[in-house]
């Protein structure tokens, strides 16, 4: 797998992190839920400089311009529900994209720290030799992310696939990398310390699903 960790350099990108994580400025949610959007933008732009493209001849009022265009059609995928908000800055980008849509979440039959990943509600498009982008803002044991992967390839396989995500642990990193295909991309805002004993993210920011919609039952 290839993992590409975008706040290494210093850029916007580690200003929009400084302030999802902040607890005051966490009470604000359209504030919360349009940085994650924007470091959506910013990611998209990443992910875009390493598709296929394909040499076009564009007419304007005054001539022919050569210019590109990116080669095979793009399925952004989100992971309900924290994933909405995220989801919207790559189509800001990718505004041609079709999209899918995927319900996840921890199950603790025991009413304990164990939990199962329940996956339950799908809208995909078709996703044949196409690039995916699975989108997610929270990397933490990747159980969630490989649930999700295994569900979308069973109605069939994409050209490319590439995951994002905002914030990322160690321990989900290495079960990607142990599960999923080695010719995924891997896209990660920020990579944190570690996960605590109920498997959160540490020092992460929170459930990020209820800082942008409220706390659900």
């Not at 044949?128 to 109605?155: C, R, W």
């Amino acid at each position: 797998m290839q993992i590409h960790h975008l706040s290494e350099k210093n850029s916007v990108l580690n200003h929009f992190l400084s302030q999802i994580r902040k607890v005051n400025l966490q009470q604000d949610r359209m504030r919360f839920r349009r940085n994650i959007e924007r470091i959506g933008e910013i990611m998209a732009y990443e992910i875009s400089k390493e598709l296929t493209y394909k040499d076009i001849k564009t007419k304007t009022p005054l001539g022919i311009k050569s210019s590109s265009e990116i080669f095979a059609p793009i399925v952004i995928c989100s992971i309900l529900r924290a994933g909405l908000p995220f989801h919207q800055g790559f189509l800001n980008y990718f505004d041609e994209a079709e999209n899918g849509f995927i319900s996840a979440y921890r199950f603790h039959p025991n009413e304990d720290d164990y939990f199962e990943i329940k996956v339950e509600y799908q809208a995909i498009a078709n996703i044949n030799s196409k690039y995916v982008l699975l989108v997610d803002p929270m990397l933490a044991t990747g159980q969630s992310i490989v649930a999700v992967f295994h569900k979308l390839i069973e109605s069939g396989y994409p050209k490319e696939i590439h995951l994002a995500v905002v914030i990322a642990a160690p321990e989900g990193i290495a079960h990607l990398e142990q599960e999923l295909p080695k010719n995924c991309h891997l896209w990660i805002a920020s990579i944190d310390e570690k996960l605590n004993d109920q498997s959160y993210i540490v020092p992460g920011l929170g459930d990020a699903g209820d800082l942008a919609y409220g706390i659900k039952l």
